[in-house]
């Protein structure tokens, strides 16, 4: 299964990721100025920058094996998709209890409290049917996007 | 005391397109943006913008945009306000100004004056897309006849450095640039068939796998030279000046001498790299003989040996003098050539074109029979293929290029280079900004650019009707001068066009 | 006021034929002006000549030197000169008849001289380095004298018109020569200059030549590091000094010189055996100034026989064709067809690809 890679010899600690991130989830997905300034509730970017400088890189969902937040989560809002493989967070089943935050290994998961509390985390972009944003628009070459 | 400096340029910020998303605060490594964290917008010191575009190019929204400061001085031809300013700076500090990158005085570029060639009836264009068209070249000491017994080649060659195209990439050393900028030019030489040169930093260990298209240099200050050194490229290089400063040696202030630097060049850590404005064993030319001889000693006779020298009054007669000396190439490098730092007005007053030098060496070399002896390498003002093929046809084997080989890597020539925070990567050793060159990107876009320059050059020789670069090399019949005195058409061995 | 060649460059393009008789038979010059003349259209009647071996079975050690003058004074001054430097054995005007074609020209004259042997001896030259030499000393330095050819035991006849009035001019078909090669030209803007038509030639060698070569400005400049004098600034005369340097003064095989001018190319040379690659690679890079560029064939002629090519990409016409003894050369097969009915073979040689006539007994030209 394809998955998203980081090289944080070549992170720039830009962030850009993230911005794009939040664009690909927003109503306006190809309006960056719309997605920031006119859109009501912002949506969270689903990968964080980790920086001690110099060393940064990016981090997302690793959408594992046998992935915890799944097991952990008490509704089955968590859910790992049968052929894909990624794993996401079926929003109107969350009950924002954050089990899943404290499962998770990575600390990849992030607590969206704009509206109705919602885990949020990557989901590989998968309603947009190419490659994943972050990587698609990393500047330098941070992150692939490949089988490993 | 009051400061007068005032700012260079101006940072336009357009408020409906910034998102306040950080990244130009993230990116600049000068500090000219930061966020307010009262106001929770991201704002900007003009004074501190030293027009690099980092931030323009990266700001997702296009939000940016660099200005010329528009404070205005009272018009004066003699005292602009540059030179005024320079003026305050040394009230200020008692200080040598100090710049990066070459040369940008608006003094006459001799390439924008000659035209080339074009075959028509009397002899056919030939289409590079059809037909084989070769740029094959060898920089070595060539011998003035070739002996044959029974059939066969009785003449041993020297060894000669073999080219797939007539451009090399140029001298600058590590600790001017970051190893990632080193190692993108160097896998872009391998690919495309060419040479780097390591400049006189000495070549980091990480870069010994591309010996055999590396050029080493020793230069005053004998950086990084023992013999394992030596013997790691294709040649060496002893470089004597630089265009960018005749007359004086390299600096690199400490903060660009870090641990990898330190052991590159064997120096201790932090400390400032001088080299001497000399070779302190080259006082006359018997001198630069001995050192010729005794790094092919070093290296057993392999490899061939050149001299770089800065394009200067008497360059014919000291490059008469160096190929009699016994150097297998000599690199000429003029008054436009970069550098990581320089005294300001050395490097806008010292030295001559390159042009006019390269056609002064050539025809000083050929009136004295001796031209085949050296292959001359033309450095500093090659901006573009058409200014390789005019280089080529006044008589330089091969031709240099370091600024546009940087600007290929992304740099912008904003001429800080000497202050280490080059926000593109690659004049600095801070690893935060090092990073963001990434060499496998880096050697594809400088790889890029020497095939891109393969192919204009192929279409520009066959549509004179030549297809092979040695039919090129020193042809002064495909250049005519425009808008030339008849002393520089004379200096250069051209017609005017219309002759 | 047009310039003349010397003074300008000028281009051109036109017409070639040569005959060689393998067994040194000599043959009347009728034959080659036939087929020269059948290729008319090739020319613009501003020049044609011809070169011819043999033709002075009397004087065999002479170096016989055709002049043009135009005036007395150039022909004094040159005759002081020979007196000076050479012995004088015969001088005479060279027989001509008046044609419609050919219009008034210089004088016309030669001379059957040899070295002194006290001026070699202080000199320290060889015979033929001290002719050379004299060839450019006149050309140089007697203004209104110009050497036409100086060879032993040949000739080059040339004028303004075309080669065929050329031909009847000199009266050719009353010599006989074992070579016979003949040019017609087609120059694009000069006065007509009696001295600016081909053959070029220097001691025995001669060369007719078609196209122009792009990369003149680099062959000239290599050749004038050797003293080679390129006074006449056209390609023929570059040519014949890079055949001159090659074969006289370096010694180098035939196939070597032909290599040097018209080389293969980098894709075929990497198909070579490691040491034809390592030969061929070394005469590409040390005589990559005498690679010759753009459309040519040539013809180049000396007492040892003729050969005949063309450039690496064949963009010039070039045919050859064999009958008993005789090999024919020509810009065109129906010259050869003019005067050879039915040949035994006929072919187009390959770019690059030499033909060579030698003279039974010897190797090389």
Redesign the interface.
């Known amino acids: 299964m394809k998955k998203v890679y980081a090289k944080e010899e070549y992170c720039l600690g830009c962030r850009l990721c993230e911005v794009h991130c939040i664009v690909a989830h927003s109503d306006y997905k190809n309006d960056i100025v719309k997605a920031f300034k006119k859109q009501e509730q912002r949506p969270l970017p689903r990968v964080i920058v980790e920086e001690n400088r110099p060393v940064s890189f990016a981090l997302q969902c690793r959408h594992c094996e046998d992935a915890p937040c799944t097991t952990a989560c008490i509704t089955g809002a968590m859910q790992k998709d049968p052929v894909t493989g990624v794993v996401t967070c079926e929003e109107s089943r969350c009950v924002g209890c954050w089990t899943c935050i404290l499962a998770c290994p990575f600390g990849a998961i992030a607590r969206n409290e704009q509206g109705k509390k919602v885990a949020s985390k990557c989901d590989l972009c998968s309603e947009l049917g190419d490659i994943p944003a972050c990587v698609k628009n990393c500047p330098n070459a941070a992150m692939v996007f490949e089988e490993r | 005391m009051i400061n007068y400096s005032t700012p260079e340029f101006l940072i336009e910020r357009d408020r409906?397109?910034c998102?306040d998303?950080?990244?130009c605060v993230?990116?600049c490594a000068n500090e000219a943006h930061s966020f307010d964290e009262e106001e929770q917008k991201v704002v900007s010191h003009d004074e501190k913008c030293v027009a690099c575009h980092r931030c323009v190019v990266?700001c997702?929204?296009h939000a940016l945009t660099i200005k010329r400061f528009p404070l205005e001085f009272r018009q004066n031809s003699l005292w602009t306000g540059r030179t005024i300013k320079d003026i305050y700076m040394q009230a200020e500090t008692g200080g040598i100004l100090s710049t990066g990158m070459g040369n940008d005085k608006p003094y006459p570029i001799y390439w924008d004056h000659m035209l080339l060639n074009a075959?028509q009836v009397?002899?056919?264009s030939?289409d590079p897309l059809r037909?084989?068209m070769?740029l094959?070249t060898?920089i070595g000491r060539?011998?003035d006849?070739?002996e044959?017994k029974d059939?066969?080649?009785a003449?041993k060659?020297s060894t000669?450095l073999e080219l797939d195209l007539p451009v090399i990439f140029s001298a600058m050393s590590y600790g001017s640039i970051s190893l990632n900028a080193h190692k993108s030019l160097a896998k872009a030489s391998q690919v495309e068939g060419t040479f780097w040169n390591t400049g006189e930093g000495g070549l980091h260990r990480d870069l010994y796998e591309y010996g055999p298209n590396t050029i080493v240099q020793v230069a005053s200050g004998r950086f990084g030279v023992n013999p394992e050194y030596l013997n790691a490229g294709a040649a060496i290089e002893i470089k004597i000046g630089q265009g960018a400063k005749p007359g004086i040696g390299g600096h690199l202030p400490g903060e660009k001498v870090d641990w990898e630097v330190s052991k590159t060049r064997m120096i201790p850590e932090g400390t400032d790299a001088i080299s001497p404005a000399p070779h302190h064993d080259i006082y006359s030319i018997e001198d630069l003989h001995q050192l010729i001889f005794s790094l092919k000693e070093a290296t057993n006779y392999k490899k061939p040996v050149g001299v770089k020298i800065a394009a200067v009054h008497n360059v014919a007669a000291i490059a008469s003098g160096i190929a009699r000396a016994g150097a297998d190439f000599i690199t000429l490098d003029g008054f436009r050539g970069g550098t990581g730092s320089a005294p300001l007005r050395t490097r806008d007053s010292v030295g001559i074109p390159i042009e006019l030098a390269l056609a002064a060496v050539d025809t000083r070399l050929?009136n004295e029979?001796i031209?085949?002896s050296v292959s001359i390498i033309s450095a500093s003002s090659i901006r573009n293929s058409s200014d390789v093929v005019k280089a080529i046809a006044l008589g330089a084997d091969a031709v240099y290029i370091g600024t546009a080989a940087l600007i290929s890597l992304g740099c912008h020539v904003c001429q800080k280079c000497n202050t280490g925070k080059c926000n593109w990567g690659i004049a600095t050793q801070?690893?935060?900004l090092t990073?963001?060159l990434?060499p496998?990107?880096g050697a594809q876009r400088a790889a890029n650019l020497l095939l891109a320059w393969k192919r204009e050059i192929k279409e520009m020789l066959g549509g004179?009707?030549?297809?092979?670069l040695?039919?090129?090399?020193?042809?002064?019949?495909?250049l005519r001068g425009i808008g030339l005195s008849d002393r520089d058409l004379k200096i250069l061995g051209i017609n005017a066009a219309g002759e | 006021m047009l310039m003349r060649e010397g003074d300008i460059r000028i281009p051109s393009g036109c017409a070639i034929s040569g005959i060689m008789n393998k067994k040194g038979q000599v043959f009347s010059g009728g034959d080659i002006i036939k087929s020269i003349a059948l290729m008319h259209d090739r020319s613009n009647g501003l020049g044609g000549g011809f070169a011819a071996y043999g033709i002075y079975p009397e004087y065999p050690d002479h170096y016989a030197f055709h002049m043009f003058y135009d005036d007395v004074k150039a022909k004094e001054n040159t005759e002081y000169f020979f007196h000076l430097n050479y012995e004088m054995d015969a001088s005479e005007k060279i027989p001509i008849r008046k044609v419609k074609g050919i219009g008034p020209g210089p004088i016309i004259w030669r001379y059957f001289v040899r070295p002194r042997e006290e001026k070699l001896f202080e000199l320290e030259m060889s015979e033929e380095d001290f002719v050379a030499k004299s060839v450019f000393q006149i050309n140089g330095t007697i203004p209104g004298a110009f050497v036409v050819s100086s060879g032993k035991n040949m000739g080059a006849f040339k004028a303004v018109g075309f080669p065929e009035d050329v031909g009847e001019f000199y009266r050719l078909d009353e010599y006989k020569a074992y070579i016979w090669t003949a040019h017609g030209r087609f120059p694009t803007n000069t006065p007509g200059w009696w001295g600016g038509a081909h053959p070029f030639t220097l001691l025995d060698w001669s060369i007719v030549h078609n196209g122009e070569i792009s990369s003149y400005g680099a062959n000239k400049r290599y050749l004038e590091m050797f003293g080679y004098k390129l006074a006449l600034q056209t390609d023929t005369e570059a040519i014949t000094y890079c055949f001159d340097l090659l074969l006289r003064q370096h010694k180098v095989p035939l196939e070597v010189a032909v290599t040097a001018l018209a080389a293969p190319f980098w894709r075929d040379i990497e198909k070579m055996t490691p040491e034809k690659r390592e030969a061929v690679t070394a005469i590409r890079n040390i005589y990559g100034p005498l690679l010759l560029n753009g459309p040519f064939s040539i013809i180049l002629g000396s007492r040892n026989g003729i050969m005949a090519l063309n450039d690496r990409v064949k963009l010039r016409s070039l045919v050859a064709a064999t009958k008993g003894d005789f090999l024919y050369v020509a810009s065109e097969e129906s010259a050869i067809r003019e005067i050879c009915a039915e040949p035994d073979t006929v072919w187009a040689p390959k770019g690059g690809e030499p033909v060579i006539g030698l003279l039974e007994g010897v190797d090389t030209l």
């Open positions: 409906n397109r998102i998303c950080k990244v993230r990116q990266m997702p929204t075959s009397t002899n056919p030939i037909e084989p070769e094959k060898f060539k011998p006849r070739l044959f059939g066969k080649l003449t060659l000669q050929r029979g031209r085949g801070n690893p935060n990073k963001r990434n496998e990107i004179m009707g030549i297809n092979a040695e039919s090129l090399r020193g042809n002064r019949l495909m």
